[in-house]
DNA sequence: CAATAATAGGAAAGCGCACC
DNA sequence: GGTGCGCTTTCCTATTATTG
């Protein structure tokens, strides 16, 4: 059984190993398919769907191609939302990781694909790669599929015949999973077919962690889409069945519950195009986005990273009007950053300001420490210091009974207190 | 189930300031 | 003017979460 499913696979010519009662009923007729031009079984189902056929050295791979006006909409944006991002990073200054400054909107491939499974063993293989991407006023969803084991060159050569070395991919956990992937799988069939473009990749996963990590029970992709991007699938089959629904296909090639699985890639790849928008909206400060406090605070320790302070900047303040913990935060993520532009006096202004109201927290401590840092240096009054920093060190310990987790590290401000102990027993009061 | 990358936290190294 | 200490930056490692 399983020997003749092999071979059904292997060559798609040879019908003399397929046994009659193995068509079903409703397929093509085994005569008419002998000398039909096309290689597999329901010819029609595969034309219905907008399917054609790909040919590359005596294999078959199928290739879809639709469109959509860029007016459109996917959830709660529309696609055209990515032409005024896109003009709006050519504005920036600094760089940043997602900024699309110099690059052509079109070269961008919002790239996915389905395979037979997780792990990158072996066994697991892509069935299905395409993208979505911006050709002029409209949205193109492209899609090739592998019809079977053998097809592989002829899917990778219908894939990689494409597009340019100027591309750009956008994926969700794409650097992770499936671009590893697809390397590992073209290295079977590498001396047939183009070698593989070195893109520069984005990767949503990451940028999307950045922004929701807190805010979100997870970051997948499904949450993020319900969350933040209004996206309601339906008519769609959930990934996690693509292995078995292809492993199914190749028994009895009846594209029918693939519908599924291609509905699946393309809500995907088109959420992608929304979310680069709706997330470089944010980051921007393009109006009519609506945009958390938590948010912002987020958006500013990305900019931090990026050493572009002046956004950070300006996040850390859209943050400050937002409620007491995130204000808090901001008003201490603010006097580090004026700190770093050695400006102690506002620095100490925006550590002391993160203290009025709002309780106990990490933030509190870590501008009760600052604070006697700078009282320390700038001001030489020991004793003030040493009180900031005993409030550092009770507010260390209630944190750490608040939360099991975390360990109490006072040891730095155990030394700081006993410093400033000795520096007041040898000179008294601040001089 | 595997692979990967970002992140957080910690250790180590470089830098600047104060003190003698 | 040399030395030591505290602070910041950088580097390294372990952990975590996502993909079909």
């Not at 093509?28 to 398919?33: F, G, I, K, R, V």
């Not at 073209?186 to 077919?193: G, L, P």
């Not at 209004?230 to 029918?256: M, Q, W």
């Not at 943050?319 to 935060?329: C, N, S, T, V």
């Amino acid at each position: 059984m399983v020997r003749g499913k092999l071979q059904r696979l292997k060559g798609y010519i040879n019908t003399e190993t397929d046994s009659v009662q193995r068509i079903p009923k409703d397929g093509p007729d085994p005569e008419q398919e002998k000398t039909s031009s096309f290689p597999f079984s329901y010819e029609k189902k595969w034309y219905d769907f907008g399917f054609e056929l790909h040919f590359y050295e005596g294999e078959y791979s199928l290739i879809r191609r639709k469109t959509y006006p860029v007016s459109s909409f996917h959830g709660s944006s529309a696609f055209s939302d990515l032409f005024h991002v896109h003009k709006q990073w050519q504005e920036e200054e600094e760089d940043h990781p997602l900024s699309l400054k110099g690059v052509d909107l079109e070269d961008l491939l919002f790239f996915d694909t389905e395979t037979t499974g997780l792990s990158s063993g072996a066994g697991t293989t892509i069935f299905l790669m395409g993208y979505s991407r911006i050709k002029g006023d409209q949205v193109e969803i492209v899609q090739h599929f592998m019809p079977g084991p053998a097809s592989e060159a002829a899917f990778f050569h219908g894939f990689l015949t494409d597009f340019s070395d100027t591309n750009q991919l956008v994926s969700y956990n794409g650097k992770a999973f499936d671009w590893p992937h697809l390397k590992s799988r073209h290295a079977f069939v590498r001396n047939e077919v183009p070698k593989l473009p070195l893109f520069g990749h984005y990767d949503l996963l990451h940028a999307a962690r950045r922004l929701w990590k807190a805010e979100l029970p997870s970051c997948r992709l499904s949450i993020v889409e319900e969350e933040k991007l209004n996206v309601k699938r339906v008519n769609e089959t959930p990934g996690s069945l693509a292995p078995i629904l292809y492993f199914e296909y190749l028994n009895h090639e009846d594209p029918e519950e693939l519908l599924g699985i291609f509905k699946h890639h393309e809500w995907d790849v088109l959420s992608l195009i929304v979310l680069f928008s709706r997330i470089s909206q944010r980051l921007l400060h393009m109006p009519h986005v609506q945009t958390t406090g938590r948010e912002h605070l987020e958006m500013g320790k990305w900019f931090e990273q990026a050493k572009n302070s002046q956004q950070a900047e300006a996040h850390y303040v859209k943050a400050l009007e937002y409620d007491g913990g995130i204000r808090q935060e901001a008003y201490v993520k603010l006097g580090h950053i004026y700190k770093k532009q050695k400006n102690p006096e506002k620095a100490r202004e925006f550590f002391e300001k993160s203290l009025t109201g709002t309780g106990e927290s990490k933030a509190a401590r870590e501008a009760y420490e600052e604070l006697a840092k700078l009282i320390e240096h700038q001001d030489k009054d020991y004793e003030k210091a040493l009180v900031y920093t005993n409030l550092a060190i009770e507010s260390e310990k209630k944190i750490s009974r608040l939360l099991r987790s975390h360990k109490p590290k006072t040891e730095g401000l155990l030394k700081r207190k006993t410093r400033l102990e000795i520096k007041i027993e040898k000179w008294g009061d601040s001089q």
